[in-house]
């Protein structure tokens, strides 16, 4: 158990606007942490799961967004769950690791013991509070959350290695072309305040060496083509790596779900692996069918208060409906997130895809994904107020904002 | 006298542009496509416009605060809280319209692009005394618009009819219209169709008349008639005003470039291209058929054709960028990529080729 001298501040990284073009048409709309997932802002989770860290004084989220986007999700977030949640805005981009030494005074500010790091576009049980357990145990100055994942898929990751009896980070690399290791860098950490001063050699390092290079031109010159600016900290490439080995960087493996939420697709596959885990941790968040005079609920659903399903509708598994949707008579709905304000008229079904804010959904209509997450194509998006007509069928498609179906399609992207 | 301009909606056609902009902002020829029609307005005596948008009226309203000293011209907005359609915008902003003095008013459609030959359209709409005059085109296949039919010598409109099956005529509506302000008495403040509902009405009553529209016509929506309209325009400008084409050894046929663009050596351009302001055009490079939007960079031996080049975007060294490749704004096409017909929303970086036809998100 913490003493009460033993504050712990967490830190999401949430990015920004131009990064993760990935995530369009959906973050044409809104910034992609405050996509909803199982009913929830993407962030919502980790915000959520810092809060069971004993001790937790602060919670920071850092990233490039204006200030004003995150203004009204802050602050209803920190009245809403009772612990301080504070925007940070980058100016400039300095990797993970430069922008967490850049806003190092206000994490500081609480004088914590530890600081948690997290990206705010992972999804899983974040087991922070028992990491931060082994953290201790192990005494290093920094523990990574890793998982196991198959070997074929493994190289899109942060691959390391580590001693299976001391658990030590003897090895990192980011994306490496040949395998070296199953287990990968799940994108959260656990830090002491030594971090910083780790970050700090790392600039004292780069300095030096450009003084170096300063003796001949022609090297000066090409340093200046190829290198990173100065204060770009990369955490895995020039923290993790370095430092493996070296008695300093520890690892807590993780047995439950990980993902990252890169794409729409994949947002509509996390909703559902939160949507489950509600099972567990919050079973009053979800929709139960029991009741004959509400909608037959199949699977894990989440229904907003304020939408309005017609009890012939059948719902589920995996659906998760938002504020205000209109869910009408005899439709179906199976794998997909409903957004707010949706219309979804009688009789109509939607499966394996994303309805977005405002969208209507014509009377026997079928709008259809074929359910690979992973595919360009493989969940059916409608952005924001797109209307598809009765009988129209919308099958492997992405609709951006503001358009109007009334011709079946398929495989398409629309804009 | 005054002047509306429909601007109405999303302009989703002309995405990934409109993504970054609203339509009338988007740049033909270099300058904003609703610039072309405002100046034409204020030449023939226009002293008041009135556009009538439905998206994004901060944008439009900023944008207007630049021009409207440098044009000398009043600008207002007229904002529809629901789609109104065609004729419903002018019932909304007829406070705006009637002024008291009985002088007829202009409405135009914002996606045309002509010479707008206001002169003759209000010398034509006092010599016949009606209350309406539409200005009309010619086109190739008219079934696949509204035909307007009319009598040849007087111009006197019979009769509306919507993508007819066989041949009634072959002058469509152009989008341009004079009206008597006792019009809007005609004109409910609901969703209106003015080709379908208001037009005809009038010419029943034998009170619309057609002229048609000497010169080019083109609805510049969306990219492909963007394109082509940009070739009518500066054919167009070729007659009236030579002096403002470019030329020189490297430049072929009407070729159009910002006083603030730079081109290096080596290069071969047009026929029928636009370079906007600030744009730098490397040695070696081929461009026809195109556009290059306000500070994009075109690297050296590149090669360009029939394509739309937005806003800061990038297209590298020895890349072919061909057949309506449309890049957004702050796209960069790395070095030695080949382009065929890829759609690019803003903020990308194409680093592998696209092949054949195809969106980038």
């Not at chain 1, 929709?287 to 309005?308: E, L, M």
């Not at chain 2, 692009?113 to 085109?137: N, Q, R, W």
Request: glycine share 8%; net charge neutral.
């Amino acid at each position: 158990m913490g003493s009460s001298d033993e504050r712990v501040v967490a830190v999401i990284m949430v990015g920004g606007p131009t990064k993760g073009t990935r995530f369009r048409p959906l973050s044409l709309n809104v910034p992609k942490p405050l996509f909803p997932l199982a009913g929830q802002p993407m962030v919502h989770h980790p915000i959520s799961a810092c809060r069971r860290i004993p001790n937790l004084a602060q919670i920071y989220l850092i990233g490039f967004y204006e200030e004003r986007e995150f203004a009204l999700y802050v602050s209803s977030i920190s009245n809403e769950l009772r612990v301080p949640v504070r925007y940070l805005r980058e100016e400039k981009p300095r990797g993970s690791a430069g922008g967490l030494y850049s806003f190092r005074d206000y994490i500081l500010e609480d004088n914590p013991s530890h600081i948690f790091l997290l990206n705010c576009d992972v999804c899983c049980s974040f087991p922070l509070a028992e990491m931060l357990d082994a953290h201790k145990i192990y005494g290093g100055m920094g523990t990574v959350l890793v998982i196991k994942v198959s070997a074929e898929s493994a190289h899109q990751f942060g691959e390391l290695v580590a001693d299976p009896i001391t658990k030590e980070l003897l090895h990192y690399t980011e994306k490496p072309e040949t395998f070296v290791s199953e287990l990968i860098n799940c994108g959260v950490y656990v830090f002491t305040p030594a971090i910083f001063a780790a970050i700090q050699d790392v600039f004292m390092q780069r300095r030096g060496k450009a003084e170096l290079r300063r003796v001949t031109s022609f090297e000066a010159l090409q340093s200046a083509t190829k290198s990173i600016p100065a204060d770009y900290v990369r955490l895995d490439q020039d923290i993790l790596s370095p430092l493996a080995g070296k008695k300093e960087l520890y690892t807590y493996e993780t047995l439950d779900f990980w993902e990252q939420i890169k794409t729409p697709g994949m947002s509509l596959k996390c909703s559902a692996l939160y949507l489950h885990q509600f099972r567990y941790t919050s079973t009053h968040l979800l929709a139960s069918g029991n009741d004959t005079k509400r909608a037959s609920i199949t699977g894990d659903v989440y229904i907003h208060p304020s939408a309005k399903v017609h009890p012939t509708a059948k719902i589920g598994p995996n659906v998760s409906i938002s504020a205000n949707a209109r869910i009408g008579a005899g439709a179906r709905l199976i794998s997909c997130i409903i957004l707010d304000d949706v219309e979804i008229l009688e009789n109509a079904v939607v499966i394996h895809a994303i309805v977005g804010w405002k969208s209507s959904i014509g009377k026997w209509s079928r709008v259809q994904g074929g359910g690979d997450y992973n595919a360009k194509l493989g969940v059916t998006i409608l952005g924001e107020s797109v209307a598809v007509e009765d009988e129209v069928v919308v099958i492997n498609s992405i609709v951006l904002p503001n358009k109007t179906l009334n011709g079946s399609v398929q495989e398409e992207i629309i804009l | 006298m005054k002047a509306l301009i429909l601007v109405g909606g999303f302009g989703t056609r002309l995405r990934p542009l409109t993504l970054s902009v609203p339509k009338p902002l988007v740049d033909f020829a270099n300058k904003p496509m609703i610039l072309h029609q405002i100046e034409a307005l204020r030449d023939v005596g226009v002293t008041e416009v009135v556009l009538a948008i439905n998206y994004q009226p901060e944008v439009m309203l900023n944008f207007l605060k630049d021009f409207e000293a440098k044009l000398g011209i009043k600008i207002t907005c007229s904002q529809e809280t629901e789609p109104l359609g065609t004729a419903g915008p002018l019932a909304l902003a007829r406070d705006k319209l009637i002024d008291g003095s009985g002088e007829p008013f202009f409405v135009l459609n914002s996606d045309v692009i002509s010479e707008y030959p206001f002169d003759e359209l209000i010398k034509f709409h006092k010599s016949h005394g009606g209350e309406a005059t539409i200005m009309v085109t010619k086109v190739d296949e008219p079934s696949k618009y509204g035909v307007v039919v009319m009598e040849e010598e007087t111009g006197k409109v019979d009769r509306f009819v919507e993508k007819p099956k066989i041949f009634v005529g072959n002058k469509i509506n152009a989008g341009i219209y004079l009206l008597n302000p006792s019009v809007l008495d005609r004109i409910e403040l609901r969703p209106t169709s003015i080709e379908k509902e208001v037009f005809p009405q009038i010419a029943a009553d034998k009170e619309l008349f057609a002229m048609v529209l000497p010169g080019f016509w083109m609805d510049v929506g969306q990219p492909k008639d963007y394109i082509t309209g940009l070739r009518l325009y500066l054919n167009s400008l070729r007659k009236r005003s030579p002096s403002k084409l470019a030329s020189g050894a490297h430049i072929v046929g009407n070729v159009l470039v910002h006083e603030t663009a730079v081109i290096g050596e080596g290069c071969l351009i047009g026929p029928d291209v636009a370079i906007g302001p600030g744009c730098v055009v490397e040695s070696g490079v081929r461009l026809s058929r195109c556009t290059v939007m306000r500070g994009a960079r075109v690297k050296k031996h590149s090669c360009i054709s029939s394509s739309i080049i937005g806003w800061h975007s990038t297209v590298g060294q020895w890349a072919r960028v061909e057949n309506m490749t449309i890049l957004g704004e702050d796209v960069h096409v790395c070095d030695e990529i080949y382009s065929n017909g890829g759609v690019v929303l803003p903020h990308k970086e194409i680093k592998s080729s696209i092949l054949k036809p195809e969106i980038v998100m």
